[in-house]
C-alpha cells in the first residue's frame, strides 16, 4: 500500500511538472534553473549560519573550562575559524552551481582571458589566507591587542581568513588584507614606558618642583595598581632655550600607560598651582 501511495506521489508530482512546464512554455527552463540557485544559496546560507553557531559556542565552552587559556586568542581562533568555515561553504556553493545548474566545463573552455584572471585572484586570495595562518601562529596579535599597521594604529576589532579589521581611536575601522601587512607593532605585550615632560619656567623653584613631584609620584604609585614599576623623578632631561625640562617615569601594564600619563599631568598641575611653581610659558 505503501508503495502504491508513493507511485501515485511520484506520478502526481510528474503530472504537475508537465503541466507547469506546458503552462510557462519557453520560461520553464530558466525558471528551474533560478529555483536551483535560489535552493542552493538558501541551503549554504542555513549551513554557514548553524556551523558559525556551533563553532562559537565550542570556543565559549572552552573560555569556561580552561581559565589558564587566554580569552582573546580563544576569540581570535573562533573569529579565524569561522571566517575559514564560511569561505570554504561559499566556495562549494560557487562549485556546485556551475557544475549542476550550468556546464562548468563549457564555461572554463570559454573563460579564455577571465580564467587569467580569476586565477589571479585566487593567487591573492591565497596569499592573504596564508598570511593570517602564520599571525595566528606566531601569535603576532590577538583580538583585543593594540596594534600599528603601516601607520595604522587602532585596536584589533576582529581576525578573518583573509582581512585583519582595526578600530582607530576615532572610530574609523581599517579593513587591511592580511597578505599586505609586513610589519606589526603590537603595543600590548608586555610592560609600557610611562614618561611625563614637565616643561618649567628658567625662575622656577627646582628645588621645591623636585618636593612636589616627587611627593605626587609616591601618591600615585600608591593609588594605581596598574604600576608595574614605582613613578619617581628621573630628573633634568633639557636645558632649552624657553624652559627646563623635568621627567618623571614609571613602568605600566599594557594598555594602561596613556590613562596614567594623563592621572600623573593632573596631579602635577594641581599641585603646582597650588604652591605656585611656574610652567614655562609659550607666547604664541
Do not use: H
Given at each position: 500500500m505503501r508503495v502504491l501511495n508513493l507511485n501515485n506521489l511520484v506520478q502526481q508530482i510528474n503530472i504537475f511538472a508537465k503541466n507547469c512546464k506546458d503552462?510557462?512554455?519557453?520560461?520553464?527552463?530558466?525558471?528551474?534553473?533560478?529555483?536551483?540557485?535560489?535552493?542552493?544559496?538558501?541551503?549554504?546560507?542555513?549551513?554557514?549560519?548553524?556551523?558559525?553557531?556551533?563553532i562559537r559556542r565550542f570556543f565559549e565552552k572552552q573560555k569556561l573550562m580552561n581559565a589558564?587559556?587566554?580569552?582573546?586568542?580563544?576569540?581570535?581562533?573562533?573569529?579565524?575559524?569561522?571566517?575559514?568555515?564560511r569561505y570554504t561553504i561559499y566556495i562549494i556553493c560557487g562549485v556546485?552551481?556551475?557544475?549542476?545548474?550550468?556546464?562548468?566545463?563549457?564555461?572554463?573552455?570559454?573563460a579564455g582571458i577571465g580564467g587569467v584572471a580569476i586565477g589571479l585572484g585566487v593567487q591573492s586570495l591565497v596569499k592573504d589566507v596564508v598570511a593570517g595562518f602564520f599571525i595566528i601562529l606566531e601569535d603576532q596579535f590577538s583580538i583585543g591587542d593594540t596594534i600599528t599597521i603601516d601607520n595604522l594604529t587602532g585596536t584589533v576589532e576582529?581576525?578573518?581568513?583573509?582581512?585583519?579589521?582595526?578600530?582607530?581611536?576615532?572610530?574609523?575601522?581599517y579593513i587591511i588584507p592580511n597578505g599586505e601587512i609586513k610589519k606589526v607593532i603590537n603595543q600590548t605585550r608586555g610592560q609600557k614606558a610611562v614618561i611625563v615632560d614637565i616643561p618649567l619656567a628658567y625662575s622656577a623653584d627646582i628645588n621645591k618642583a623636585f618636593?612636589?613631584?616627587?611627593?605626587?609620584?609616591?601618591?600615585?604609585?600608591?593609588?594605581?595598581?596598574?604600576?608595574?614599576?614605582?613613578?619617581?623623578?628621573?630628573?633634568?632631561?633639557?636645558?632649552?632655550?624657553?624652559?627646563?625640562?623635568?621627567?618623571?617615569?614609571?613602568?605600566?601594564?599594557?594598555?594602561?600607560?596613556?590613562?596614567?600619563?594623563?592621572?600623573i599631568r593632573k596631579k602635577i598641575k594641581e599641585e603646582f598651582d597650588r604652591n605656585d611653581i611656574r610652567f614655562y610659558y609659550r607666547n604664541n
Open positions: 503552462w510557462m512554455g519557453i520560461f520553464y527552463t530558466p525558471a528551474i534553473v533560478i529555483l536551483k540557485i535560489l535552493l542552493i544559496i538558501l541551503v549554504t546560507l542555513l549551513l554557514v549560519k548553524v556551523g558559525s553557531v556551533i589558564r587559556m587566554d580569552k582573546n586568542k580563544i576569540a581570535t581562533m573562533s573569529t579565524m575559524l569561522s571566517s575559514v568555515y556546485v552551481i556551475l557544475s549542476e545548474v550550468f556546464n562548468l566545463k563549457s564555461i572554463l573552455a570559454a576582529g581576525m578573518e581568513m583573509r582581512v585583519t579589521r582595526l578600530r582607530g581611536s576615532n572610530g574609523d575601522l618636593e612636589i613631584a616627587d611627593k605626587v609620584c609616591k601618591k600615585v604609585s600608591e593609588e594605581e595598581d596598574a604600576l608595574v614599576e614605582k613613578a619617581k623623578v628621573l630628573g633634568i632631561t633639557e636645558f632649552s632655550k624657553e624652559c627646563i625640562n623635568m621627567r618623571i617615569t614609571a613602568l605600566a601594564s599594557p594598555n594602561e600607560q596613556q590613562e596614567l600619563e594623563r592621572k
